[in-house]
């Protein structure tokens, strides 16, 4: 699937519930699915501190796509997490790096990512971008080298 | 005093709805709402007598000069200091507490020398004073608090020495509540001649606020925590205080002569007041300072003491919370921690149901450390809100804890 048609899913899920209670059951659920990150990346290198709650992420790059894991102390925020992981993970730098993040705003969560909220999710989309570009600068890089 | 459907009728914002639902405000802690008469008052003097103040020759000048100055009076009147002169208009008191911090180090302190704050203080009341002893190579002492979250005044006692020079402590927590022993603390002080600023910010809205009975060299307030416009506070200091004190900015209104080689300075008060100040804020604060002594000071804080009491009863019924901050005398806030669930996930829900309340550390991360903790949810009531919110509250924790237990 590309990075629109796990976005389009996402609204999918999210549209079959009208109750606010049902959608945050839902990033509830989510965030308990969370794949485990490897307490070893749960250090302050891999941290993004948020005002409120914390996020951990830990990108792993195998020379053509991204694996992402991660983590938050806060149940919520572990549930946009895991949306935001379904999306970008295991994509190319190129792919995480254009990505337009539109599901957010669709299933009525734009308030998490809002830079007025501290609670690190904004700076997590940042910071995987960030890590795209890293990525994608030395890929160019050993090209030239070849 | 007027009926609660009365005095909730004079603020405007609460009768307007969050997600479909009725708004119950418990973030008194962070800024109280305002009467419709403050919010008149602003109006009024953008529409009818705007003019900057203290340097026209025309009408509307002079109408907002005078009635900046009547706002003077009006907060003078309002703490009871004895002039008008040692009532300076600041922009709140972070404002407050950075400017004395900056003249008071400027003037007095010189290496070596010591700083009592307390360990309860919030930023405001921690950083300016850093900042100075950074400059100026003074130490920074911090009285300890107990698990009730009390201060141990005989730690203070015992820190209490020649090389202090200046005490700053809170009127009272605005993280657990606690009310400080102001009286005490000062008086102790004051047998060995050392100053006292008192950071009233979570005080001067919860009942009677006399300086000249506290004897505090210093009070700082915020217009915004008592019902008034953000971006005006004030500072309140003894007049020998003040005369002695160098300016803590230069610009307009605070200078007498200006030359390149020299400047004197105004008189008091203008002499801490440069620049064109917030006189819509002042006048407004004013406003506000009325209302609050129209709906009578002694009435707020026993209804206040009633919903502290009621909610702290109900609060503690609720299996799994956890209080922080159990002191004997406290302002209507609470603070506290569901177990197992995240602050920022409690707060969350309870805002869908139109609950607001605050998460995090409030600006005191001593204290959340103090409790080996990351933050906790504070509720902060005052006396516009009512029993049935704070049913309303016990409800949304039992349906967080439901989602989330």
Redesign the interface.
């Known amino acids: 699937m590309t990075i629109n048609e796990v976005q389009d899913k996402i609204i999918d899920d999210f549209s079959f519930f009208d109750d606010?209670?049902d959608k945050?059951?839902l990033l509830?659920d989510l965030g308990k699915d969370l794949p485990v990150i490897d307490p070893k990346f749960k250090v302050k290198d891999f941290l993004i501190e948020g005002?409120?709650?914390k996020v951990w992420l830990h990108p792993d790059f195998d020379g053509k796509i991204i694996t992402f894991t991660a983590d938050s102390?806060?149940?919520?925020?572990r549930g946009i997490v895991a949306l935001l992981i379904k999306v970008l993970s295991g994509r190319t730098p190129q792919e995480i790096i254009s990505a337009d993040l539109y599901f957010i705003e669709k299933i009525g969560l734009r308030q998490n990512l809002s830079p007025t909220r501290s609670?690190g999710l904004l700076s997590m989309v940042r910071q995987m971008k960030l890590y795209s570009l890293a990525y994608n600068a030395k890929g160019k890089f050993n090209e030239i080298r070849k | 005093m007027k009926n609660i459907d009365e005095i909730r009728g004079d603020f405007p914002i609460l009768n307007r709805k969050v997600?479909d639902k009725p708004l119950v405000y418990l973030d008194n802690g962070a800024t109280t709402q305002k009467p419709q008469v403050v919010i008149d008052a602003l109006t009024d003097v953008y529409t009818s007598y705007n003019a900057n103040i203290h340097r026209g020759v025309h009408l509307l000048s002079d109408l907002s000069s005078e009635a900046y100055e009547n706002a003077r009076e009006s907060v003078r009147s309002f703490i009871n200091a004895g002039k008008r002169e040692e009532i300076i208009f600041t922009s709140g008191t972070t404002g407050s507490i950075n400017g004395i911090a900056f003249s008071f180090g400027e003037k007095y302190i010189k290496e070596g020398d010591e700083i009592i704050i307390s360990h309860l203080e919030h930023h405001a009341n921690i950083v300016p004073w850093q900042m100075m002893c950074e400059r100026k190579g003074a130490v920074l002492r911090v009285i300890p608090v107990n698990d009730a979250g009390e201060i141990i005044f005989e730690e203070y006692l015992r820190m209490l020495s020649s090389k202090t020079r200046i005490v700053s402590v809170a009127q009272a927590s605005n993280a657990l509540g606690t009310v400080l022993p102001v009286k005490e603390i000062i008086s102790a002080a004051h047998s060995l001649n050392i100053p006292v600023l008192i950071d009233g910010a979570q005080g001067i809205q919860h009942g009677v606020v006399d300086v000249r009975d506290m004897d505090c060299d210093f009070y700082a307030f915020s217009g915004h925590k008592v019902y008034g416009p953000t971006g005006i506070g004030c500072l309140y200091g003894k007049e020998k205080w003040l005369a002695e004190l160098p300016p803590f900015q230069g610009g307009g209104d605070m200078v007498d002569q200006v030359t390149f080689e020299k400047t004197t300075y105004n008189e008091l008060p203008f002499k801490f007041e440069a620049g064109t100040t917030n006189y819509p804020g002042a006048i407004g604060l004013a406003v506000a300072l009325d209302y609050v002594t129209g709906i009578g000071r002694i009435d707020i804080e026993n209804r206040e003491k009633e919903l502290l009491t009621y909610a702290t009863g109900r609060l503690s019924d609720v299996k799994g919370l956890r209080i922080f901050g159990k002191a004997t005398r406290k302002i209507p806030t609470i603070s506290f921690l569901l177990d197992g669930?995240?602050?920022?996930?409690t707060?969350?829900?309870l805002d869908?149901m139109g609950i607001a309340v605050r998460?995090?550390?409030h600006c005191a991360q001593p204290v959340m450390e103090r409790y080996g903790i990351?933050?906790t949810v504070r509720a902060s009531f005052c006396f516009y809100n009512t029993k049935e919110e704070i049913d309303s509250l016990v409800a949304g924790i039992e349906k967080v804890i439901i989602?989330?237990g």
């Open positions: 606010w209670m945050y059951n509830i005002c409120q709650s102390d806060a149940i919520i925020t609670n | 997600y669930i995240h602050q920022y996930d707060g969350m829900i869908k998460t995090g550390t990351k933050g989602m989330f």
